[in-house]
């Protein structure tokens, strides 16, 4: 998928969030994340179709398919675009995993969540990335 990358907002300039702002936020990110998990899932579907088509596989019309394609796209652009007003970072389309900037220790760091937790409960550094996300309990006051 490629989308247009507008320039990021300096470190001064970025909004941060408190484990409590990030939780608070939840509700609308959630449905909005929901969306976009089920978005993409039926982008790659409309994608593999369109591809089966080309190869001959399928005998759909493949104007329905791009058409839908382009719609789905158009909308998919639309939903992180809400992300990014409300300043989240869209991590992974198929997992719905977010972060949040915030401040630790006064570094950048990231308040981790993903759909299906109840809660924002892990963070991480943002050069180690997702994969190394730790308990909120693991940040030092």
Same mark, same amino acid.
């Given at each position: 998928?490629q989308?247009?990358?507008?320039p990021?907002?300096?470190?001064?300039?970025?909004?941060t969030?408190c484990?409590?702002?990030? /939780? &608070?936020a939840?509700?609308f =990110?959630?449905?909005?994340?929901?969306?976009? $998990? !089920? %978005?993409?899932?039926?982008?790659?579907l409309?994608?593999?179709?369109?591809?089966?088509?080309?190869?001959?596989?399928?005998?759909?019309?493949?104007?329905?398919?791009?058409?839908?394609?382009?719609?789905?796209? /158009? &909308?998919?652009?639309?939903? =992180?675009r809400e992300?990014?007003?409300?300043? $989240? !970072? %869209?991590?992974?389309f198929?997992r719905?995993?977010?972060s949040?900037?915030?401040?630790?220790?006064?570094?950048?760091a990231?308040?981790?969540?993903?759909?299906?937790?109840p809660?924002?409960?892990?963070w991480?550094?943002?050069?180690?990335?997702?994969?190394?996300?730790?308990?909120?309990a693991?940040?030092?006051?």
């Amino acid at each position: 998928m490629q989308t247009t990358k507008r320039p990021s907002p300096t470190p001064a300039t970025r909004r941060t969030f408190c484990v409590e702002e990030a /939780n &608070r936020a939840l509700p609308f =990110v959630s449905r909005v994340i929901e969306d976009i $998990v !089920d %978005l993409h899932e039926q982008i790659v579907l409309c994608r593999r179709t369109l591809e089966r088509i080309e190869m001959g596989l399928h005998g759909g019309e493949p104007s329905a398919y791009e058409a839908e394609y382009r719609r789905s796209m /158009n &909308r998919l652009r639309e939903l =992180v675009r809400e992300l990014d007003l409300v300043g $989240v !970072d %869209l991590l992974d389309f198929e997992r719905g995993l977010i972060s949040f900037p915030t401040l630790h220790d006064g570094r950048e760091a990231a308040l981790s969540w993903q759909l299906g937790e109840p809660e924002v409960e892990y963070w991480h550094e943002p050069e180690a990335g997702v994969e190394s996300r730790e308990p909120i309990a693991t940040l030092k006051p």
